[in-house]
Each structure stands twice: as structure tokens, then as C-alpha cells.
């Protein structure tokens, strides 16, 4: 009998998919990440619940479960990554990390010593083999597919993984919950990650990151405020700038637009559509491509800059602006608030195909 190890994070999805493998015939085994230790008694994080939450759903389809501590290793991986990132200006996407650093890689290692054949997620993607190759699919359900976190895997970590809610929609999966009585048939869905929790990010940050003021200046010069510090703001923000009333009487809304790390100042301006924060142009380092190689540089492709956004179509060049260890994307269409540090992440059909961190937009 082929023995999987679940991640079981006490949530819903993952939970139907440590029951849909034991229903396949698997031997299932519940492993538990506890991946931060700050505030871990605190109303923002709720590890202690979901492990309940875990240990009660293991109990009801009759698997084992273990908890193993993962803290010290998402620190020094993903957190001590997120504060470089914010304290250079950018804004990184951790899920995207600790999916490639802790959850396919120190996860996997931990599920092998354990005797595990494979391993399984209740992420929204899907695996398929081919003669080529294993290949990363986005999950069927199109408000949760969730391979743009994924997109960083290689195809050994493929090989060994199975995403069992991929081929279905949430609202099944829900369902499945409620009939076979799992006691977190209705638990919320968690949003972001459980160092941040619901608890205001910027009062978060500031624990971390000192404050550094400076200007906030409009795109020709004029100086209408003054900044917390860069580390605090993110393209595209609207709200939290302290910028309340129209300052050219327009009526239009503040967006954060720019930023010079070097002047330590934040450049904000007027509408959604200001020219400052669309583009059709970006570069991005640090390539991580699924299949191995990277793809023909040729339009035809689809690419997201943010995970909630709907692929826009693009063509991938190398060489030229681009870093030797990344790529360049040019749309068809603008983009909006293209952002440093987030993933650009690369489609052809429902085939992702990696991608890398956002460096510049033009």
C-alpha cells in the first residue's frame, strides 16, 4: 500500500483531501507544520485551534497525525527573505516561498524519512505526467486555483505530489465536508499567512522594520505629505496614505505610484488610470521554470503579476534588459501597479510554467 503523508493545516480543504486519499486506497499519514512561533498565543494566530481542528478530523477518517516544528526553518528561509525584501522597498509574496522552502522542501524531507512515498496538499492545482515530464496545472476550480504559489516546484517535488481538491470545485469540497461530518465542514478560510493573520500589517512590520520618514511627493515634484517609511507602502495602495482630500480638485483617489529608495522618497498621484501606474513592460530575476528549461522566448503565452488577476496575454525575451537569470515580458495590454518583489508567473493554457520576482516595470 502506497503511504502519502498530508500536510494538515486543520482547514477544510486539506482535510478532504487526507479523506479522499484514504478512500483511493492510500496509507494516509496527517503531518502538521507549525511554522511560527511569535505571538503563537495571540488572537491573530490560531495554530493551537487548527492543530485541534487537525487532530479532531484525523480522529474522524481514522489516520495518524503528527505535529513537527518547521519555525526555525521558515525564519531563517522565508521571514529573514520577507524583511530583506520590505527593507529594500519591495513587497515579496512569502507564500510564494514557503511553498518552494518549507512546505515542498522541508515538508517532503520530513514525509520521506518518515517512509512516505508521496506527499499531498489541499492546494487548488493539479499534477500531470507526460512523456515530456510531470506538469503543474492550475486547479479546475478558476476562483481558487492557487498555482501561481506553486509556481517555484521542480519536477522531482512533482513527481511526488498529489493536490487531491485540484479537479474539484470549493463548493464540493465543502459539501464533502458537511456529508462525511468533518468538525471544520464550515471553518473560514484562512486569508494570508498566520504570522500576519488579521492583525494590521503595518503596526506588524513596524516590530521588524524601524520607521524612516520622508517625503511623499506627486509625479511633478510637488510635495504633499510625509511617508512612514517606503518599507510601510506598496504600488497600488490607495488606502492608509493619509492623503484624504482631493488635493487638485479632482476628487480622485490617492495611489501610491513610485518609489525612490535612494531619495527615500514615495511619489504618489490622482486615478486609477494615471500613467504611472500602468505598464506594458517588466523584468524578472531569479527564474524558476517547472519543467526545467525555460520556455521559448515567443508570444502566445498568458502571465499574471498578482494572484488575483486574470492572465493577460504577453511575449517572454531574454537577453537585453533582462538579468542573466531571469526574463522580460512585454503585454499586449497595460498592467496595473506592476509591483517589485511580487511573481510574475507564466501560462501557456492551464499549464504553468514558472516564472520569477518582479525587479522593474516600464
Known amino acids: 500500500m502506497t503511504r502519502v503523508v498530508v500536510g494538515m493545516s486543520g482547514g477544510v480543504d486539506s482535510s478532504v483531501s487526507a479523506w479522499l486519499l484514504k478512500q483511493q486506497g492510500y496509507e494516509v499519514v496527517g503531518l502538521f507544520m507549525k511554522n511560527w512561533e511569535d505571538d503563537d498565543d495571540s488572537e491573530y494566530c490560531s495554530s493551537r485551534q487548527d492543530w485541534l481542528d487537525a487532530v479532531s478530523v484525523a480522529d474522524l477518517i481514522g489516520i495518524d497525525i503528527e505535529a513537527v516544528n518547521f519555525a526555525t ?4 528561509r522565508v521571514f529573514a527573505e520577507f524583511l530583506r525584501e520590505y527593507a529594500a522597498g519591495r513587497t515579496p509574496n512569502p507564500d510564494v516561498l514557503c511553498n518552494a522552502e518549507i512546505k515542498f522542501k522541508a515538508f517532503l ?34 476562483g481558487k486555483d492557487q498555482s501561481y504559489f506553486l509556481h517555484r516546484l521542480n519536477q522531482a517535488q512533482l513527481a511526488r505530489t498529489l493536490f487531491p481538491v485540484g479537479e474539484l470545485p470549493k463548493t464540493e469540497v465543502r459539501r464533502i465536508a458537511a456529508e462525511i461530518g468533518l468538525p471544520n465542514a464550515r471553518k473560514k478560510d484562512s486569508t494570508g499567512i498566520c504570522f500576519i493573520g488579521e492583525r494590521p500589517f503595518r503596526e506588524f512590520l513596524n516590530r521588524y522594520l524601524p520607521t524612516r520618514p520622508g517625503p511623499m511627493k506627486t ?37 501610491v505610484a513610485r518609489k525612490d529608495v535612494a531619495s527615500n522618497t514615495l511619489f504618489v498621484a ?18 524558476s521554470w517547472v519543467a526545467g528549461g525555460a520556455p521559448d522566448a515567443a508570444p502566445g503565452y498568458g502571465a499574471k503579476t498578482r494572484y488575483r488577476q486574470a492572465d493577460s496575454a504577453c511575449r517572454i525575451e531574454y537577453g537585453g534588459a533582462a538579468p542573466a537569470d531571469g526574463f522580460a515580458l512585454r503585454f499586449e495590454q497595460p498592467q496595473w501597479a506592476v509591483t517589485p518583489g511580487q511573481s510574475a508567473v507564466l501560462y501557456d493554457g492551464d499549464v504553468c510554467l514558472g516564472g520569477g520576482i518582479i525587479d522593474a516595470a516600464a
Open 73 to 76: 526553518e521558515y525564519k531563517d
Open 109 to 142: 524531507d520530513h514525509a520521506m524519512r518518515l517512509g512516505a512515498e508521496r506527499i499531498a496538499t489541499g492546494h487548488y492545482a493539479r499534477v500531470r505526467e507526460t512523456d515530456a515530464g510531470w506538469q503543474l496545472l492550475r486547479g479546475l476550480d478558476p
Open 270 to 287: 490622482q486615478g486609477h488610470d494615471h500613467p504611472w501606474l500602468l505598464t506594458r513592460t517588466l523584468v524578472a530575476a531569479g527564474a
Open 219 to 255: 509625479a511633478d515634484g510637488r510635495v504633499v505629505g510625509e511617508h512612514i517609511g517606503l518599507a510601510f507602502y506598496t504600488l497600488g495602495q490607495r488606502r492608509g496614505i493619509g492623503l484624504g482630500g482631493s488635493r487638485d480638485g479632482s476628487g480622485q483617489p490617492w495611489f
